[in-house]
C-alpha cells in the first residue's frame, strides 16, 4: 500500500494563477481531509469529505474547492492563488469506527504564492 | 466555538518523563487524538481516547478524563529522536471532523 499519495511536493505560483493539489489514498477509507499548515502553526482544516460525492467546509474554506467522485481521490482547487494562501498543505485519510480512529497523512505540498 | 489549549514548549533531557496537557472547550466530544510531526515531516498518528483512562503504546501513552475536558500524553524514556511536535485533535461527534490543537513543541537535550 502507498498509503496517501499527495503531487506536486513543491510549487512556485503567480498571484492569480490556479492549480490543482492532488490527493489519492490505497486504503479505501471514506473520510478525507485537507489541512495547511503555516510556519509554527498548528494544522487547519480546508475542507473534509465522509464519502465519494460528499463534502463540507473547514475553518478556512475561502479560496478552495474540492470534489470528492471517488473514494481513492479529493483533489483540491486553489481558484485565483494569493501570497496568502502560501503554506504547507497536507491531505489526510482517516479510518473512523466506533472506538478506532487513525488518520493517516500524505507527505505534503509545500506552495509559495509570489 | 471550541478551543484546545496545549503548552507551547516543553524541554526534557533524555531518559526524562514529559507530559504534555490538552485542555478542551468544545459543543461536542466524541474523542480525543494525539499526533507527532517533525520538523520538515507529516503528522503521523499517535494515539486515540474515546473513554476515560489510560491508553498505552510502548514509551507513550496517552489519557483522558472526559469529565474534565482533559486529556495528556506522556513520553516515557525520551529519547533524542522524540524532539518533535506534538498535536491533540478533537473530534466532536462520529465519523465529524478532527480539530487540533495549537501543537507543543518537545525538546530533548542529551
Known amino acids: 500500500n502507498a498509503g496517501v499519495t499527495q503531487t506536486p511536493k513543491f510549487q512556485v505560483l503567480k498571484t492569480g494563477q490556479s492549480m490543482t493539489l492532488q490527493c489519492a489514498q490505497d486504503?479505501?477509507?471514506?473520510?478525507m481531509s485537507w489541512y495547511r499548515q503555516d510556519p509554527g502553526m498548528g494544522l487547519r482544516l480546508i475542507h473534509y469529505?465522509?464519502?465519494?460525492?460528499?463534502?463540507d467546509q473547514g475553518e478556512v474554506p475561502n479560496g478552495y474547492n474540492v470534489s470528492r467522485s471517488t473514494t481513492e481521490d479529493f483533489p483540491l482547487r486553489l481558484l485565483s492563488a494569493a501570497p496568502s494562501q502560501t503554506s504547507v498543505y497536507f491531505c489526510?485519510?482517516?479510518?473512523?469506527?466506533?472506538?478506532?480512529?487513525?488518520?493517516?497523512f500524505g507527505p505534503g505540498t509545500r506552495l509559495l504564492v509570489l | 466555538g471550541q478551543s484546545l489549549e496545549q503548552p507551547s514548549e516543553v524541554t526534557a533531557v533524555e531518559g526524562a518523563i514529559v507530559q504534555i496537557n490538552c485542555t478542551y472547550q468544545t459543543s461536542g466530544f466524541y474523542g480525543l487524538s494525539w499526533y507527532q510531526q517533525h520538523d520538515g515531516g507529516a503528522p503521523t498518528f499517535l494515539s486515540y481516547?474515546?473513554?476515560?483512562g489510560l491508553e498505552e503504546t510502548g514509551r507513550f501513552s496517552s489519557f483522558l478524563s472526559r469529565s474534565d475536558s482533559y486529556g495528556y500524553l506522556l513520553l516515557q524514556e525520551l529519547q533524542m529522536k522524540d524532539s518533535a511536535s506534538y498535536f491533540c485533535?478533537?473530534?466532536?461527534?462520529?465519523?465529524?471532523?478532527?480539530?487540533f490543537g495549537g501543537g507543543t513543541r518537545v525538546l530533548v537535550k542529551p
Open positions: 469529505s465522509v464519502g465519494a460525492g460528499i463534502t
Open positions: 489526510a485519510s482517516r479510518f473512523s469506527r466506533g472506538r478506532e480512529e487513525t488518520q493517516y
Open positions: 486504503m479505501n477509507h471514506e473520510y
Open positions: 485533535a478533537v473530534i466532536k461527534a462520529a465519523g465529524n471532523k478532527l480539530t
Open positions: 481516547n474515546a473513554l476515560d
